[in-house]
């Protein structure tokens, strides 16, 4: 069983749409989870953070996070063209060594049509 | 904000040549990361650092090394290059624990995209 999945997509949505990207996990000892946004030929940048089940929203963006079921969630109201990227889903927890570990869901692509 | 900066961009290599894949950050972190980016299999850690001269395995190492002798950079070695080490290559840094806020967020470079034909 993969530690996390995450559906890849491509996920192509009008301009306007709310969009629901979702991950899921199986080890309960992660406690962070994170966002990132993957813009073409580009490095990944944190887009949301979250600790411990919720919703955290941001603008547009709302992260959701339900550790009883192992399950995370991002959603983007009002989504527009320049939200197409890759959506990477991460979380983390600490190590018995003093550091973290950090998994990535592979990624999910979002094309959004003007 | 810190930034990581990673010089090579696109990079096209042989099978067999040796390729050096730079990375810098200019916030002083410790904790410094190689990780590779495929198709459908996400983000896969190859090496860590956590000090100057101080590296870890990730989950995949075999056909790379790692160099830190100045704590801003981390440079990843592929001895031999071969085909199947064509990909993205991404560099990343994050704070120590001690920073309590986000320590465990991880700061991206621009990353690498090598063609090993």
């Known amino acids: 069983q993969k530690e996390v999945e995450q559906d890849p997509g491509p996920l192509s949505v009008p301009e306007g749409a709310i969009v629901s990207l979702n991950c899921t996990y199986s080890?309960?000892?992660?406690?962070?989870f994170m966002w990132y946004r993957q813009y073409s030929r580009k490095g990944p940048e944190l887009l949301m953070y979250t600790y411990s089940s919720g919703n955290k929203e941001d603008g547009r963006f709302t992260a959701q996070v339900d550790k009883s079921s192992k399950y995370i969630s991002l959603f983007i109201r009002d989504s527009q063209p320049s939200d197409s990227a890759t959506y990477l889903c991460?979380?983390?927890?600490?190590?018995?060594?003093?550091?973290?570990?950090?998994?990535f869901g592979a990624g999910t692509r979002l094309f959004v049509k003007a | 904000d810190v930034k990581v900066t990673q010089s090579s961009r696109y990079l096209v290599k042989r099978t067999g040549e040796k390729v050096f894949l730079e990375c810098v950050q200019d916030m002083d972190h410790e904790n410094m990361f190689w990780y590779r980016q495929d198709p459908g299999l996400g983000l896969r850690l190859i090496y860590f650092?956590?000090?100057?001269?101080?590296?870890e395995k990730g989950d995949i190492p075999e056909g790379y090394s790692v160099s830190r002798e100045k704590k801003e950079r981390f440079s990843l070695i592929l001895e031999s290059a071969s085909t199947n080490q064509t990909s993205m290559y991404l560099c990343?840094?994050?704070?120590?624990?001690?920073?309590?806020?986000?320590?465990?967020?991880?700061?991206f470079g621009a990353g690498s995209r090598l063609t090993v034909l």
């Open positions: 990343a840094s994050r704070p120590p624990r001690t920073e309590l806020s986000r320590a465990n967020v991880l700061t």
């Open positions: 991460a979380m983390s927890r600490y190590l018995n060594t003093g550091g973290f570990k950090t998994i």
């Open positions: 650092s956590y000090d100057v001269k101080m590296k």
């Open positions: 080890n309960s000892a992660f406690q962070y």
